[in-house]
């Protein structure tokens, strides 16, 4: 039999040991401060999830640190002050690390969680009844009372019934979401994010919530430039928009947005950077550059949903994830990247744009260097998680400027191939397409100036 105290150890015992994506699960869960009847593991919960939310490890230290740092008035428990409670969670937090290798052994997290979410629902039912009674007692009109409660009780019922379903959606409760989405079809309004160039959208049929998207090619042909120009159109639009950049800081990415070229000289980048400024006021885009290891990546795009609310997601770029564990393989590790993307857009109803490089010795040895699936890095099933896979290349070598865009791979019907041109202003607009041309048969020579 699960004890309450027990199952808030245990909960408390799994942050102090986990990993992000255990963080992320249990959060899935619809476990919050509020099924902790103990205070003193309650305060822990909370300082594990701010921790983890400030996007640091969860132990003890940081925990305690957190707590140490916070207002006097969120600790108090029972009267006692927040210089005598500090080392007393210590303490206890120490404690539940030691026991919870033995209370792993008597419960699963899933069933601790649950566990507490419908004593919790148990107790404010109680107390709703507890209350009626009390208020029947004092001589309350009947009436009052009871449609006070009734209220109240279909409030209760309707909250818990979200929380019990949250997990799977019924037969019924899908030909609803078709209905509506349809009749919003019908009115005329559009159901997914756009790229901000029309025919890219024709090929692609837009952005659409629960799907991953993956924009390939090799270095300087424009993929980060074009997933950010989305961001920022779609931005433009009011919608908030999470960029995770792991090649370029948000300072580099915004110079881009305003369209400043590194060739301006400095008068010309303060005006351009002044208008877009003027343009840009108040729009929604949250950066978080620099490296991410695959133990906090997920942890980062979390936040960007649940407290940002952001709506598009753009990831730059899949080659630059830091690795783990030193001593997994590669490959292995970043095809378990690819599918926990998938299902973090499903999960989360929200689009992802994927940047990713390509094997640049592969490509460079094709007589046309146009790519293919086979030549994304790092990788051997990034067609199997993808919903839509585009790739970018430039026909012409002698013009770097006009680039192809097609589709290699779509799973909703997606075809089809455009021109984009690469404008000075570090833009990329449609075009026609080119025709690609053959690289020159290449023919070594000696070191000597001879024939081999």
């Not at 279909?154 to 019924?172: C, D």
């Not at 026909?395 to 770097?400: C, I, V, Y």
């Amino acid at each position: 039999m699960i004890l309450q105290i027990d199952a808030e150890k245990f909960v408390v015992g799994f942050l102090l040991t986990s990993n992000a994506r255990g963080v992320q699960y249990l959060l899935s869960s619809g476990l919050n401060e509020d099924c902790f009847s103990d205070a003193k593991y309650r305060l822990l919960y909370e300082g594990c999830i701010s921790v983890h939310a400030q996007r640091k490890e969860i132990n003890t230290l940081n925990v305690q640190t957190f707590l140490s740092e916070q207002n006097e008035n969120h600790f108090r428990i029972s009267g006692k002050t927040k210089m005598e409670i500090i080392p007393l969670l210590s303490q206890i937090a120490s404690d539940v690390v030691d026991e919870y290798p033995f209370l792993k052994m008597q419960m699963e997290i899933f069933s601790a969680c649950t566990f507490l979410i419908k004593e919790t629902q148990r107790r404010k039912v109680l107390h709703s009844l507890q209350r009626l009674h009390q208020q029947l007692m004092d001589g309350m009109d009947i009436s009052g009372v009871l449609h006070a409660g009734t209220t109240e009780l279909l409030s209760l019922s309707h909250s818990i019934n979200n929380i019990a379903q949250n997990n799977y959606v019924t037969l019924s409760g899908a030909i609803k979401e078709a209905e509506e989405e349809i009749k919003s079809e019908l009115a005329g309004t559009v159901n997914w994010l756009s790229t901000g160039l029309p025919e890219l959208d024709t090929m692609i049929h837009g952005l659409h919530n629960e799907r991953l998207y993956i924009i390939g090619a090799e270095a300087k042909v424009g993929k980060s430039l074009l997933s950010n120009q989305i961001a920022l159109y779609n931005a433009m639009k009011n919608i908030a928009i999470g960029v995770v950049s792991m090649e370029m800081s948000a300072r580099e990415i915004v110079k881009r947005f305003a369209g400043i070229s590194q060739w301006s000289n400095p008068e010309e980048k303060q005006r351009t950077l002044e208008t877009f400024k003027q343009e840009a006021n108040g729009k929604k885009i949250y950066f978080r550059q620099g490296g991410t290891s695959t133990k906090s990546l997920f942890s980062i795009l979390q936040n960007l949903v649940s407290e940002k609310h952001v709506k598009l997601i753009i990831l730059d770029y899949l080659q630059l994830i830091q690795l783990s564990e030193k001593n997994r393989n590669a490959v292995d590790e970043i095809n378990t990247v690819l599918s926990e993307l998938k299902s973090f857009a499903v999960e989360n109803q929200i689009p992802i744009i994927l940047v990713s490089a390509l094997l640049t010795k592969q490509v460079a040895g094709k007589t046309i260097k146009k790519p293919s699936r086979a030549d994304i890095a790092g990788t051997g099933r990034a067609i199997n998680d993808c919903d839509c896979m585009l790739m970018m290349w430039t026909p012409e070598e002698e013009d770097r400027k006009n680039i192809e865009i097609f589709v290699e791979h779509g799973r909703n019907g997606e075809h089809g191939k455009a021109g984009l041109l690469l404008t000075d202003s570090l833009k990329l607009v449609p075009t026609t397409l080119r025709e690609a041309t053959p690289l020159k048969e290449y023919k070594p020579k000696s070191a000597y100036g001879g024939k081999w």
